[in-house]
């Protein structure tokens, strides 16, 4: 990526702020914004304009890093931590971050300092891991890829708005389509695999992402194309056992009626609208970490 | 229905012209045009002002008895079939009526008036059709249906802006999902049946009909749940014998790029956005026709 999507600014112990990409506006607009609080963090993840499991993560971290800076005791870090882990429940990268935080808070060392330093690393790590699973199957091999076949990913539109975009930026040749459009790509274009991220993996490989992902699964079985998973380790939840664990957040009914506030669907239309949806082990081919490529059986 | 989407106003030998409900506006605005060439027809339906298989065959009946009132030539006549034959191909019934349609002018009597009948006759017996299609699976059926969930279907968004808004008008419960919510649907909410429209039937029973249809009956089939096509019989091609035969409409980019005017994607992104797709015959149950319920085979 050319671009940043998170940054800490200001004092190490007092005055901190975080510099966030705002990626409800793009492509349309690059714009950023400053959180002072971890409210104003909880409000931003709530809100999309932080978003992908590993980034709302790292956000996770520096919002628990503001909270410290002003804490006048460990409790008021804590509730920090409540508001955060209860933010986007699907996703385990927050709740990787704050076992991280949890053992720091447990010392009784320069707590504002370690967090933020941790705060920095979990950032860094992040970098590093995003980039290490992106390079392996589509950014280094840009030369051999003909083209990606991108789904708009309604209600929010991250695949035309996010995916397609950054696939461009990187020089990459991209198609974009309608969500509904999947089952004839898969049938009719010489699709060599499918690739999806993960907001949680349970230990036997049930994986919840992006609604739409398991829609894209079964396809995919169908027609017998490999379907990928690309997920750094911290995706992984070793404390449930299966996917019907994994909480799945059902967001607003404006999300779906309206867009920029322009009126798509009958007022009040009941609406079903869950962020995820989770795709058994069975569907899936690998995961693709930086640690490497996992087959299955992923019952260990 | 308690609205009309379509009547012929004025003259019978002179001066007549059709008023539409332009199906884009809703259900924001229930808007009607007049239409007063075939040329103002065929661009009405290739706009989407005027849509679903059945409608657009009256559609292409009444442009063909604007064309008659002011031909001064069989030609004339002629050339209008040939534009609206090319207007939207994959719809089989704008086809049924140029066969009609063909007969007519192959004599040498009053043709405008016998056109213009015929355009009639082909409206009321669709008003007939489609009451006795819809009447079966949903509308008589209502007191035993608890749900119907209804798929927005992007880019223009059908099913949000017509089925949705329909089934409300005859108080059915509906409930409004993205395209991409479809899988989960049929896995977790106990589905009993599926029940999409068709554009053209082909003589093994390969289905053309709204992008997205082959999505549904791909996870259809696998979570076992019975697939309908409800359709009139003027929507089975017995000129084909399988769908590879049925030509798909691609459609322009900046529909899927763009709502109302705002984009939505990045700039001059490719996009593959094709109006229909092809369910083939082993997905399909049984096809709902006002002549009763077809069970596969479908080979004769």
Chains 1, 2 share one sequence.
């Not at 809100?47 to 890093?65: M, N, W």
Request: aromatic residues 8%; charged residues 25%; proline residues 5%.
């Amino acid at each position: 990526m050319s671009f940043s999507t998170i940054a800490w600014e200001g004092g190490i112990t007092s005055k901190g702020k975080v510099k966030i990409l705002d990626q409800t506006m793009l492509p349309n607009s690059v714009c950023y914004k400053y959180i002072h609080t971890p409210l104003e963090m909880s409000e931003a993840i709530q809100a999309l304009k932080i978003r992908g499991a590993p980034l709302i993560g790292v956000a996770t971290a520096y919002g628990i890093a503001l909270a410290s800076q002003k804490a006048k005791s460990k409790k008021e870090i804590e509730s920090a931590m409540e508001l955060l882990a209860n933010t986007r429940k699907t996703a385990y990268n927050v709740f990787s971050t704050l076992n991280r935080m949890k053992k720091i808070v447990g010392t009784d060392y320069n707590l504002s300092l370690l967090i933020l330093e941790e705060a920095h690393k979990i950032k860094q790590e992040d970098e590093l891991l995003c980039q290490k699973i992106g390079d392996a199957p589509i950014y280094l091999a840009k030369e051999k890829i003909k083209m990606v076949y991108a789904a708009e990913t309604r209600p929010l539109l991250q695949g035309a708005r996010l995916t397609a975009w950054e696939l461009t930026q990187a020089g990459i040749p991209v198609t974009l389509i309608c969500d509904s459009v999947k089952g004839v790509i898969l049938r009719d274009k010489k699709v060599d695999f499918c690739i999806v991220g993960a907001d949680r993996i349970a230990k036997n490989g049930d994986t919840a992402n992006k609604i739409g992902t398991y829609t894209l699964a079964v396809l995919a079985k169908r027609h017998n194309i490999p379907f990928y998973v690309a997920a750094p380790y911290t995706t992984f939840d070793p404390t449930i056992e299966s996917g019907d664990q994994i909480p799945i957040e059902l967001r607003s009914a404006d999300e779906v009626r309206e867009i920029r506030n322009f009126e798509i669907a009958p007022k009040n239309i009941e609406v079903f609208n869950p962020a995820f949806d989770i795709t058994p082990n069975e569907y899936i081919t690998a995961f693709i970490t930086e640690k490497g490529i996992i087959y299955p059986p992923f019952y260990d």
